[in-house]
Structures are given as structure tokens and as C-alpha cells.
């Protein structure tokens, strides 16, 4: 039954091997097992794509349900245990998952040694019922979080910074207003430059958008650049750190308040949240905002 509800939700039997670490027959196999035991077809199947028949898709609910009661059995009795065990499949962003997040989780898991890790780095969204994962991390606003839990995790600050070669040539701006007169490295995702952010009491935060040639879709080749001198950046202050410490970087318009984006860990709504998952989010909103 689990393999036939992969295969039916991700569209073939290659995704659905991929996601399971089956090859591509034996997911055949599998569902051709069912087909014969229930003596009706589930699956209509051409060469270029697979869709439910009208009893497989009947078929398709009834298994959603059986599986997921199945696995809140299984949670109660891990819960009963206490130990976190089983394979956690998560979802990360590339920079900020391999630099903050991942070290909490491999702690975690070298505190629990019937824990697995699996975890899949990648900006953007991500669908967890598609990617077959268990929890997401995701930062700054949310716009598809529908049918999924979150919470807030912790709170990273961007900030704005420069070399001190950049500021011994073009002089430090003193408010927001001058950024505009000065060069900046600028970050640009899907072909669109954000502007600058800079939080507000008594409304939305202010909105800037300094003079640039070098724009880059990586927030740490941004650090390099600016560390090199070639223009202001805005950038998280997690990653600055360092640099910021050993004077490779200065921070600028430190009275204009640190712009906040929030981090969220999400999860598929479940009436039995299994330890495992409970274990990380925990985890990372006592250890994360150290980090920030």
C-alpha cells in the first residue's frame, strides 16, 4: 500500500523508487501485486505517463488512511519509549541548513544513536508530501504553508556591512538615505533584485535599493565580495559573524535596528506527532537562536 500511494502521488514508478530506494520493477511488482490480489486495475499506464482509474483512486484514500493510522500506532509506541528513532527526513535551505541548522540535528543524532538523518539541501520550496520528507526548515515569509504546522524556531537579523578598505575610500554612510549613493553587492534570486529592509516602529519597514553592478544569487559569495571591498552588502548576521569579529567586515547603521526574519520549522498535520520530529524541532528552537 505504501509503495501504490508513492507511486500514485508523485505521477511514476521511477519518482516513486527514487523517493523509496527501490528500483523501478520491484515498484512495478508491487503494484501489480495488489492489482491481482484485489483482481481490478488501479492504475491506467501508458508509456509516457500513469493515472488512477476510478477504483484506484477510491482504492488510493482508503490506503491514505490505513497508512496513517498505521504509522500514529507505531509513534505511540516510540512515544512510550521515549527515544527518538527511525529515519527523519529533512528539508533545509542550502546555506543557512549547512551552517546552522545540520550541526544541531548531527548533534542530535549522535545523542540518539537509534536516530537516522536524511537530509535534503535545497533553496526555494519545498512540498513535503512530494519530496517525501518529514519536517522543512524554511526562512523570511511564508506563502504556502497550507495544511502544514509550523512554529517559529528562531530569529536571524540582517545587517548591513563593508570592508574597511571599501570605507577608507568612499567614506561610511551615516543614515539610511546616503546607502543610495553608495556601491553594494546585491542579492538576486528568479531574476529579481529585494531591496533593503530597514525595520519601522510605527509602520512598514523602509524600503532602499543602493546603486549596483555585482549582483549574486549566493549570500556567502556576497561576503566575499564585500569583504573584498567592492561595495556595501545586507546580509544575515550569522553569516557575517566572523568576519565581523576578526575586522574583515563593519557593521553599518547599527542604530537603524537589525531587520528580523523569522525561522520556521513546518510539518504535515498529524493527530500523533512521532518523537523523532519532536526531538528536532525542540532541539533547534533551544539552539538556534544562539546562533542568530
Same mark, same amino acid.
Request: hydrophobic letters at 50%; aromatic letters at 6%; charged letters at 25%.
Given at each position: 500500500?505504501?509503495?501504490?500511494?508513492?507511486?500514485?502521488?508523485?505521477?511514476?514508478?521511477?519518482?516513486?523508487? @527514487?523517493?523509496?530506494?527501490?528500483?523501478?520493477?520491484?515498484?512495478?511488482?508491487?503494484?501489480?501485486?495488489?492489482?491481482?490480489?484485489?483482481?481490478?486495475?488501479?492504475?491506467?499506464?501508458?508509456?509516457?505517463?500513469?493515472?488512477?482509474?476510478?477504483?484506484?483512486?477510491?482504492?488510493?484514500?482508503?490506503?491514505?488512511?490505513?497508512?496513517?493510522?498505521?504509522?500514529?500506532?507505531?509513534?505511540?509506541?516510540?512515544?512510550?519509549?521515549?527515544?527518538?528513532?527511525?529515519?527523519?527526513?529533512?528539508?533545509?535551505?542550502?546555506?543557512?541548513?549547512?551552517?546552522?541548522?545540520?550541526?544541531?540535528?548531527?548533534?542530535?543524532?549522535?545523542?540518539?544513536?537509534?536516530?537516522?538523518?536524511?537530509?535534503?539541501?535545497?533553496?526555494?520550496?519545498?512540498?513535503?508530501?512530494?519530496?517525501?520528507?518529514?519536517?522543512?526548515?524554511?526562512?523570511?515569509?511564508?506563502?504556502?504553508?497550507?495544511?502544514?504546522?509550523?512554529?517559529?524556531?528562531?530569529?536571524?537579523?540582517?545587517?548591513?556591512? @563593508?570592508?574597511?578598505? +571599501?570605507?577608507?575610500?568612499?567614506?561610511?554612510?551615516?543614515?539610511?538615505?546616503?546607502?543610495?549613493?553608495?556601491?553594494?553587492?546585491?542579492?538576486?534570486?528568479?531574476?529579481?533584485?529585494?531591496?533593503?529592509?530597514?525595520?519601522?516602529?510605527?509602520?512598514?519597514?523602509?524600503?532602499?535599493?543602493?546603486?549596483?553592478?555585482?549582483?549574486?544569487?549566493?549570500?556567502?559569495?556576497?561576503?566575499?565580495?564585500? @569583504?573584498?571591498?567592492?561595495?556595501?552588502? /545586507?546580509?544575515?548576521? /550569522?553569516?557575517?559573524?566572523?568576519?565581523?569579529?576578526?575586522?574583515?567586515?563593519?557593521?553599518?547603521?547599527?542604530?537603524?535596528?537589525?531587520?528580523? +526574519?523569522?525561522?520556521?520549522?513546518? /510539518?504535515?498535520?498529524?493527530?500523533?506527532?512521532?518523537?523523532?520530529?519532536?526531538?528536532?524541532?525542540?532541539?533547534?528552537?533551544?539552539?538556534?537562536?544562539?546562533?542568530?
Amino acid at each position: 500500500m505504501a509503495v501504490f500511494v508513492r507511486a500514485a502521488d508523485l505521477g511514476s514508478f521511477a519518482a516513486a523508487a @527514487a523517493a523509496l530506494d527501490l528500483s523501478a520493477p520491484m515498484v512495478g511488482k508491487h503494484v501489480r501485486f495488489l492489482e491481482e490480489r484485489l483482481g481490478v486495475r488501479l492504475l491506467n499506464r501508458t508509456t509516457r505517463r500513469q493515472s488512477l482509474t476510478e477504483f484506484g483512486r477510491a482504492y488510493y484514500e482508503r490506503c491514505r488512511t490505513v497508512l496513517a493510522e498505521a504509522e500514529a500506532a507505531d509513534a505511540l509506541a516510540a512515544d512510550q519509549l521515549g527515544e527518538p528513532r527511525g529515519k527523519l527526513r529533512v528539508a533545509l535551505p542550502v546555506l543557512f541548513g549547512r551552517r546552522c541548522v545540520m550541526p544541531i540535528l548531527l548533534d542530535l543524532a549522535r545523542r540518539h544513536p537509534l536516530l537516522e538523518l536524511d537530509l535534503a539541501f535545497a533553496d526555494g520550496f519545498v512540498d513535503l508530501v512530494e519530496g517525501g520528507h518529514d519536517l522543512a526548515i524554511r526562512t523570511g515569509e511564508l506563502q504556502d504553508a497550507t495544511n502544514l504546522v509550523m512554529r517559529r524556531v528562531a530569529r536571524q537579523h540582517m545587517i548591513v556591512c @563593508a570592508a574597511p578598505s +571599501y570605507l577608507d575610500a568612499r567614506g561610511a554612510p551615516q543614515q539610511i538615505e546616503e546607502l543610495e549613493g553608495h556601491d553594494a553587492v546585491v542579492y538576486r534570486r528568479s531574476g529579481r533584485v529585494r531591496p533593503w529592509l530597514f525595520p519601522r516602529e510605527d509602520g512598514s519597514p523602509v524600503e532602499v535599493m543602493p546603486r549596483h553592478r555585482l549582483r549574486l544569487d549566493d549570500l556567502e559569495a556576497i561576503a566575499d565580495a564585500a @569583504a573584498l571591498g567592492m561595495g556595501l552588502a /545586507w546580509l544575515p548576521s /550569522w553569516l557575517v559573524r566572523e568576519r565581523l569579529q576578526a575586522g574583515a567586515l563593519v557593521e553599518l547603521l547599527p542604530g537603524e535596528g537589525r531587520l528580523p +526574519y523569522d525561522v520556521h520549522a513546518l /510539518w504535515l498535520q498529524t493527530p500523533h506527532l512521532p518523537p523523532k520530529i519532536r526531538f528536532a524541532i525542540d532541539a533547534l528552537a533551544a539552539e538556534l537562536p544562539g546562533l542568530m
